[in-house]
């Protein structure tokens, strides 16, 4: 994240684990804490009930740089979040004898819902201006409630309903529309309207058939795929924070992989961290917003393949043409 800032920051990585955890004060198995996913499971059969998760973090920074004199007054926070509730929460880690730094963050189960995310933020005093960030990992952690198996788990969900009678009743007003895509949760979810057009969804979901029928099959899924990728850039970047002095910071879970993902289409031959900066700038004054948007219509399209989708979908029609002619 150093081009970001228009400050010195750590150049060196910075990396943590969960060590472990314990709900109510008993301790959690270790097999629902997954260090190469990073995710920690905390539903377990026979315990639903329970009030906090006392998360043990164990970080490991650059000492060396940390001892520059470039700052001083040196913070780890690990920093508990989740979008679904605006729920955010920090603690501070403690350095260690052996250069490590230690901790632990509570997490209450009243105050979330699914899926949070858990990260660090390295601050200090730079130029005489404290609290400022200096470092984050590159990789985050997910602590999910309602997982009793520690999954990374960042695809997109798809649910087909019926928008007219379904059980959803928000999605009714929108009877008429073939897909929904909703990015408010903790992963995305496309609805596909399983009565808007008949057939549809057979179609969508089957495997065989003819060449027309697998043609069409192709572009509509890389239509949808289009539609979410727009609606989840665009959730992503109406929902960035920023720290005291207006720097964009980058978001966790999926929303923080879509941006690495489709940013450097959006805004090519931009560092990630610069491309972020722009990203936030434009979206608070508003200039070459519109124009954005285009680039925005491109990523997500390369994302889905249409181009490709489509492009064959008019050889086939050429193709059929040709054969109803002959």
Not at 79 to 84: C, D
């Given at each position: 994240?150093?081009s970001?800032?228009?400050?010195?920051?750590?150049?060196?990585?910075v990396?943590?684990?969960?060590?472990?955890?314990d709900?109510?004060?008993?301790?959690?198995?270790?097999?629902?804490?997954?260090?190469?996913?990073?995710?920690?499971?905390?539903?377990?059969?026979?315990?639903?009930?329970?009030?906090?998760?006392?998360?043990?973090i164990?970080?490991?920074?650059?000492?060396?740089?940390?001892?520059?004199?470039?700052?001083?007054?040196?913070?780890?926070?690990?920093?508990?979040?989740?979008?679904?509730?605006?729920?955010?929460?920090t603690?501070?880690?403690?350095?260690?004898?052996?250069?490590?730094?230690?901790?632990?963050?509570?997490?209450?189960?009243?105050?979330?819902?699914a899926?949070?995310?858990l990260?660090?933020?390295?601050?200090?005093?730079?130029?005489?201006?404290?609290?400022?960030?200096?470092?984050?990992?590159?990789?985050?952690?997910?602590?999910?409630?309602?997982?009793?198996?520690?999954?990374?788990?960042?695809?997109?969900?798809?649910?087909?309903t019926?928008?007219?009678?379904?059980?959803?009743?928000?999605?009714?007003?929108?009877?008429?529309?073939?897909?929904?895509?909703?990015?408010?949760?903790?992963l995305?979810?496309?609805?596909?309207?399983?009565?808007?057009?008949?057939?549809?969804?057979?179609?969508?979901?089957?495997?065989?058939?003819?060449?027309?029928?697998?043609?069409?099959?192709?572009?509509?899924?890389?239509?949808?795929?289009?539609?979410?990728?727009?609606?989840?850039?665009?959730?992503?970047?109406?929902?960035?924070?920023?720290?005291?002095?207006?720097?964009?910071?980058?978001?966790?879970?999926?929303?923080e992989?879509?941006?690495?993902?489709?940013?450097?289409?959006?805004?090519?031959?931009?560092?990630?961290?610069?491309?972020?900066?722009?990203?936030?700038?434009?979206?608070?004054?508003?200039?070459g917003?519109?124009?954005?948007?285009?680039?925005?219509?491109?990523?997500a399209?390369?994302?889905?393949?249409?181009?490709?989708?489509?492009?064959?979908?008019?050889?086939?029609?050429?193709?059929?043409?040709?054969?109803?002619?002959?």
């Amino acid at each position: 994240m150093k081009s970001v800032f228009p400050y010195p920051t750590l150049f060196g990585g910075v990396d943590f684990e969960v060590v472990s955890v314990d709900v109510d004060g008993r301790d959690l198995p270790y097999s629902r804490i997954s260090k190469p996913e990073r995710v920690v499971a905390l539903h377990h059969a026979g315990r639903d009930e329970w009030d906090t998760a006392r998360i043990r973090i164990k970080a490991i920074l650059p000492t060396p740089e940390i001892d520059e004199e470039t700052w001083s007054d040196v913070s780890c926070l690990a920093i508990l979040s989740e979008a679904v509730t605006n729920a955010r929460s920090t603690s501070p880690l403690t350095r260690d004898s052996d250069g490590t730094w230690q901790g632990t963050i509570d997490l209450v189960h009243d105050h979330h819902r699914a899926r949070a995310t858990l990260t660090l933020a390295i601050v200090a005093k730079v130029d005489d201006v404290p609290g400022r960030m200096i470092g984050a990992p590159e990789s985050v952690w997910y602590v999910d409630l309602k997982a009793g198996t520690p999954r990374r788990q960042e695809e997109i969900r798809i649910e087909q309903t019926d928008f007219r009678e379904g059980p959803h009743e928000w999605l009714r007003p929108f009877k008429d529309s073939s897909w929904i895509v909703e990015t408010a949760g903790d992963l995305p979810t496309v609805y596909l309207n399983t009565t808007a057009v008949e057939g549809l969804t057979e179609i969508i979901n089957g495997k065989g058939g003819s060449s027309t029928e697998k043609t069409l099959r192709d572009l509509t899924s890389s239509q949808i795929a289009q539609d979410a990728w727009t609606a989840m850039f665009n959730a992503s970047i109406s929902e960035l924070d920023v720290d005291d002095d207006g720097t964009p910071i980058m978001p966790g879970g999926w929303r923080e992989a879509v941006l690495r993902m489709m940013l450097p289409d959006v805004l090519p031959g931009r560092q990630l961290t610069d491309a972020l900066y722009d990203i936030g700038d434009r979206r608070k004054s508003g200039s070459g917003w519109s124009e954005l948007q285009t680039n925005i219509q491109y990523a997500a399209g390369k994302r889905s393949q249409l181009t490709r989708k489509l492009t064959s979908a008019v050889r086939t029609f050429q193709r059929s043409e040709r054969n109803d002619d002959q």
